[in-house]
C-alpha cells in the first residue's frame, strides 16, 4: 500500500492522506484486533417478541459492530464519494481506508458497500425527493444522522437469476405496498433498503420488476409490514445479522418507474463488487501480516520458518497473489473514481463496465484460496478459534458467493453488448502497463502477460459453440483478471526500480508469472 501511495498517487494527494492511513494502520493492527478477538464469540442476536407478547423483532448488534459505525462514520467511509476532497482520486482515498478498517471489523464492510452503492443508485436514478431524502443520511458524518442501507435482491426461489422474483407490488391509492419473502437481508438493521418487486400486472423476468425504496421502521420506531423470521445461521460472516424477511404490506416508493429494476439496480453491484475486491485484497494482505509475524518467531527443525526455503517460497507465492489481487482491485477504485468525475473516455469507460465482474471475480477466488494457505501456514494454530485465524477462512469464503458467484459473473461477461470493445481496452491496458519495462525479467512477465491475453481474445473469437463458450466462461475471465494483474505487476515493479520496495516488487511480478496467468485450456 505504502508503495501505491507514493508511486501511482499524485504527490501532495498522497502525502495529504498518509497520516490518516498511519492512523487508521496503527488503529487496525493494535486496538482493533484486540478488540475482534475479545469480541470473538459475541454475535448478533434476535429478540422476536418482547416481554408482553408484542412483536419487536429487534436485532442486537454486537460491540465491535457499534465501534466499526462509529470509526466508519468518523473516518467518512462512505462519505468521500460524495465530499471528493482529493476529486477523482477521492475514491482511492476512501478504498485505502477501507482496505486497513475491513479485516478487524468483521466484516462491517458488508453494510458500508450496500450504503454506498445505495446512495449512487439513487443519484444514478435521479429521483430528487429520494437523493434529498436519503443520500445525505448515507454519506453522513454525523453518527446521529447516518443511515446504512440493505439490498434486498435475493429470494428463495433465485438470487443469481433475481428475474424469479416473487415479491409483488400493489399500488393502493397512490401508495405501493411489497409482499413477500426476502431471503438473504445482509444488514438487517439498515435504516432503509433499496428492493426488487413485481407491479401487480408486469411480466415475467428482471423486465417486469421494479426497483423500490423504503424505510424500515417509521417515525415511531414501528418495523414498516416488515417480520424478521430468523437469523441465517452461516459458515462465516456471523457478525453480519443476515436476516430472512417477510415483507407483509410494506410501504414503498419507486426508485426510477415501474419496470427494468434489475437495470436499475445496476449501480449498487457496480460499487458492491468494488468493495469486494477491495475487502478480498485486504483479507490477504491481513492474513499475510500475521502469517509473517508468526514465521519469524515460530521454530522448526532448528530455524524460524521464515528461515526455510519451501516456507518462505508458501509465503511468497501468496505475496504475489495479494499484490497482483491490490494493483487489479486499485485499478478499479481508480477508474470508478475518475467515471463519478466525469473523466473517462469511451474505451475507458468499457474497461470499467469489463473489469468490475473481472476484478470481483478473480480477487474473490484468490481470497478463498489464498486465505486457506495462510491458515496452514500457523498449522494446527490456524485450525484453533481463540487465535482469531479461523475466521479469516470463513469470512473470505464468501467473496466468491455474494454479489453474483464466479460462475454468473463469468457468464454476464460474455453476454455483454460491449465486450469486444471492453477487450480492445483491456489489451491497451495491458500494453500501456508493459510499455515502458526495459528490465529482461520484467519483460517475461510483460510477455507472459500479453500472451495470456491474446489468447483468451483468442477463444473468444474462435469459440462459437453456446456450451463450450459457457463451460469455458469462467477460465476466460479468470484469465482476463490475471493478465491483467501480472501487468499491473510489471508496471508496479518498473516504477519501483531502484527503490528499496523494488526487488520485492520484482520478486512478485516473478513468482505470479510462474504461477500462471493463463487458465484457458483448449
Ligand atoms: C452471507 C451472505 C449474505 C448475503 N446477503 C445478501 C443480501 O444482503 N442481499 C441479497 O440480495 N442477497 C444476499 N446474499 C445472497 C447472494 O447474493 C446469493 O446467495 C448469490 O447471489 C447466489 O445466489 P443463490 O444463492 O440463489 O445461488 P444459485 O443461483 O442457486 O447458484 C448456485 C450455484 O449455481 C451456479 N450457477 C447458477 N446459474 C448458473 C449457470 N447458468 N451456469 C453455471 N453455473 C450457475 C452458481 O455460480 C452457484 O455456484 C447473501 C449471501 C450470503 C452467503
Known sequence: MRSFVRHRLPPEVGVAIEPELDELGTRASGPLWDFQRADRLNEPRLTSFDAWGNRIDHIELTPLWREAERLAVHHGLTAHPQERQYGSWSRVHQFLLVHLFHPVTDVYTCPLAMTDGAARTLLAAGNPALIDKAVPRLTS???????TSGQWMTEASGGSDVGLSRTRAECRDGVWHLH?????TSAATSQMAL???RPEGNGPGGTGLALFYLETRDADGQLNGIRVERLKDKLGTRKVPTAELTLDGTVAQLVAGTTHGTRSIEPMLRVTRTWNSVCAASFLRHGLGLAEDYAARRVAFGAALAAQPLHR???DDVDAESAGAFLLAFLLVELLGRDEGGEL????AALLRLLTPIAKATTGKQAAAGASELIEAFGGAGYV???GIPVLLRDSQVLPIWEGTTNVLSLDLLLRADLDLG???LRQRIVQACSSVTDAELRLSAAASLAAIDHAIGWH???GDPAARQRGARQFTLTLGRALELALLVEHAGALAGTEDGHAARQACRRYRRLGADLLRD
Open 141 to 147: 458524518r454525523d453518527p446521529a444522522r447516518f443511515w
Open 180 to 184: 413477500g419473502k426476502k431471503w438473504f
Open 195 to 197: 428492493t426488487l418487486a
Open 313 to 315: 517460497a508458501t509465503l
Open 345 to 348: 473516455d469511451a474505451s475507458e
Open 385 to 387: 478459534e481463540d487465535t
Open 423 to 425: 477487450l480492445v481496452a
Open 461 to 463: 473469437r474462435t469459440t
